[in-house]
């Protein structure tokens, strides 16, 4: 399907799979090579995704992993304003996602340092989906429903509560990794291609997450291979949108993805 968003002023035009490269100004992500907290770490790695082919930059400054200690909303604030002044420096034209679930650092990211999309990584709240309606950027509505039933019944709700305040652009993220077992997991990306019903982009991120390292029996480290093969099956079943730590590996199965249809 064509989808578009309306990003700095402009369509941005989803019919071709776009790659979003992670910035985690965080000490303590999942993946230990993902971790960038200098300045000059940032700015490498802002360049580096941009470089690669990456259409998006999605910075976030709270770790969701599991067992991690959440960032206090000053923490995360301040790492945020920091990583968003110099991927701003680096690149003013880039497009920027804001990875967080709280209101009023969504609000920061966007009125003060030009950020083009929320990437809410929660269920989402009434008071976030006020806040993006207000703010009017693009929105990444994430699921932690374990089946494909309850991901698509939260969706058409909540759904319908963003276009009732006014939002326009969504975006949906099923969530791997989110409220799910191992085997729930696979079995929502295999029926990922049912959620194009709501007529509405997918964003998928599976990158060297948990259910590739524990179902191969590797580290985070080890899961660049199972990681590409699951972001094909991702693009083979309607992905409009990948979410990673690898960007040249990502940008490599788009294209690959798209030749089968030449």
Known sequence: MEYQIQVKGRLMNLGKPQVMGILNATPDSFYSESRQQTEKQIAERAVQIAAQGGSIIDVGACSTRPGAQQASPEDETARLRTALAIVRRELPQAVVSVDTFRPEVARMAVEEY???????????????????????????????????????????????????????????????????????????????????????????????????????????????????????????????????HDVREAIEAVKLTESLTL
């Open 114 to 244: 030009g950020a083009d999309i929320v990437n809410d990584v929660s269920e989402g709240s009434i008071e976030m989906f006020r806040m993006v309606a207000r703010l009017r950027v693009p929105y990444i509505l994430m699921s932690v429903q374990p089946t494909l039933r309850d991901t698509l019944l939260a969706f058409a709700q909540k759904v319908q509560q963003l276009h009732a305040l006014g939002q326009k652009d969504i975006i949906l993220d099923p969530g791997f990794g989110f409220g799910k077992t191992l085997e729930q997991n696979y079995q929502l990306l295999n029926q990922l291609d049912h959620l194009s019903v709501l007529g509405l982009p997918l964003l998928v991120g599976v990158s060297r997450k948990s259910m590739i390292y524990r179902q191969l029996g590797v580290t985070p480290d080890e899961a660049l291979n199972g990681t590409t093969v699951l972001n094909t099956v991702a693009l083979a079943k309607g992905a409009t949108i990948l979410r990673v």
